[in-house]
């Protein structure tokens, strides 16, 4: 395959970047990622050519670490999503509760038919506000349940909801996206933040930001980033986006679309990689083609 020069440029920086040290999140099982015929990435595709070319395999190329890998198989994924809302109900946070039940509520107005959404509160828990349902009425109602007080235990309570409401539902389900409306500030959680965000890449769930603006300003934290790089790379590392909460009818009808329209398997069997290393991954598309996934694969091996 013959790469454009901007191709050739992405490619020379990612080897740059993929021998670097990495993190220690990427040293876990890749529980939920590695089939038997090899491993699944969730893959955001579309054509930004407005050619109206189906995406094919012979158009993408991927690498782990550098190393260029075989892709077996590239298809659209047209299952319903399953999307769980997290909305910071902590007493600083710098949104009104009617803010909160606002951005909540735009995202019952836009799923498609089989979609569904699961709607948690977290402060210094996590509390289920609306269990699954398409219903926008009682989502309406549940809502009101939103209030403000105690600290943001943003890593405990996103490890705790996705274990418990998320993990269930695999392997059948891939399509599975969290929607964190929140600042990025945790204070006070016992898990890690590598741990969270390496967990959310085991099991191919993408993050999705309505972000409020940084009660902190920007304050350091110690053992742990920053609020707004807790976003940053919550919704990078995991193939997603960030949208400010002023914009939350816009970013659910986007989302929602992308889920729908936009949403790939992309199959392969990793080879010359250490089933026990951590692995960057990188995807590029040909001109034309626009494409968006996790940035780390978590190794095979405990």
Known sequence: MKFPVEKICLLILF????????SAQSRRSATGTLDSDGTILSVVASRTDKAGETIKTENLSLYENGVE???????????????????DNSQTVRADVETLKKATMEFAYEIFDGDQLFIV?????????????????????????????????????????????????????????????SDGLDRGSKISFDKVLGDLQNQNI????????????????????????????????TGGRIFPIEEAQTAAKFICDELKKNRYLLNYLPTNMSSYEARRVFLIGDEGISLRTKTAQPPNVK
């Not at 080897?15 to 990495?22: D, E, G, H, I, V």
């Open 206 to 237: 993408t993050i999705y930001a309505l972000q409020i603006p940084d009660r902190t300003g920007g304050a350091f934290r110690r053992n742990q980033p920053k609020a707004g790089q807790v976003i940053e790379q919550l919704t990078e590392g």
């Open 121 to 181: 509160g977290y402060d210094e828990k996590a509390e289920i506000i609306q269990e699954w349902t398409d219903d926008a009425k009682k989502i309406e109602t549940s809502v009101n349940a939103f209030r403000k007080k105690g600290n943001p235990f943003l890593f405990d309570s996103l490890n705790a909801s996705v274990g418990e409401i998320l993990l269930p539902l695999m392997p059948g389900t891939r399509k599975t996206v969290v929607i964190l409306i």
């Open 15 to 22: 080897l740059n970047l993929s021998f670097a040290p990495t």
């Open 69 to 87: 890998q075989k892709i077996k198989n590239f298809s659209f994924d047209p299952s319903p999503a399953k999307i769980l809302l997290m909305v």
